[in-house]
């Protein structure tokens, strides 16, 4: 298919983003917040927020009223460097932010979870379109294929992990910790800590039954709220994942050592480490990986000519659908004649130059979104089921 085909074909998606390429992590941990703001205040026929703690993008099927300028002002409200990007572009980034190869640590295996999980509260919301859902379904499976067919996401690296590995290199053996936090990364720290078998690990949050679900997970996890984290100090090390409030400043002084994976971070001080301070420990995880980023790139520039095909396949399906009606109706009027089978034949032989008019139309593009208009009023304006030959439009 012709450039100018799939512009077309793909011309209605546009991208507006942030992420750890063009802003701070603190940036975009501000932006979380906003993606109510975005599904109620942009117009559009379909709307998918992403948003995790190292990207902000809002996705849009023909967005109007100036919509894309909301979302950018939005952006730069919080401090954010925005980007925009249309057409093929924005559903390449896609596949390639599904795939893991526009990630902090390429190959994280984390964001294709959140993909799914950011089309599905568009679904919930009533605000994905049928274009997105193939837009994102395409995503999905080139990140599926990429962790499928490399071993490019299969490792489990990653920021919580990292942050087991540096706990345990710096207090050389963990026996108690304490978890502030019971999201994602609260969830996948206690999963790796637990595997290396601590003493205990006290799991708080401000509420008691969130910290108590989150502990059932580990034989030596216990739960309370953030008022009796004291009770159970000193720790070893304190992890802590929490966002839209700040834990108790105390602690850092009941703990040797805190790994603060919040974003925006809660806490400063010799003994707190950030986010910035886990990348030695993933370094050398990310240079393994980046030798099989072309076959990763090679799947992705795969599927995106799989997307074209099928965004093509979705634009002429109701023009198939109607030719098939008219034909019926054409065989049934005559039916009782007994000839059923010329009549088959003549109907197959007047609809032929309409489909070698419609793959000519497709492979041509500039022409097609107005023949597939002409013919689909042509359609439906033939009430007495007589045929005229189609208006092909001139170039």
Known sequence: MEEGAVGELLGRLVAVYTSHKESPLEVIGRLETEVDTIYESVEAEGVVVLATCNRFEVYMDTPRGGSVDRVLRVIEEAGGNPRVVWGVEAARRLLRIAAGLESQIIGEPEILGQVRQAIQRSRELGRVSSFLEIVFRSALMAGRRVRRETPLGRSRVGYPSAAVSLAYRLAGNVRNALIVGTGKAARRVLAILCRRGPERVVVSSRSLERAAALSNMCEYAVATTIEGIRDHAPYDVAFVAVTGYRPPGYIPEISRFVVDLSNPPVFSGDNVFGMDDLRGEIEEAIRGNLRFVPQAEMIVEEELESLIRKIA?????????????????????????????????????????????????????SSFEHFLSILMEELEGRGEYSVRAPRVPSK
């Open 313 to 365: 396949e979705m634009r002429v399906s109701s023009v198939i659908r109607a030719l098939l009606e008219y034909s019926r109706h054409i065989t049934e009027e005559v039916s009782h004649d007994g000839v059923r089978r010329h009549v088959e034949l003549a109907v197959s032989r007047l609809l032929h130059p309409i489909l070698v008019s419609l793959r000519r139309a497709s492979v041509e593009g």
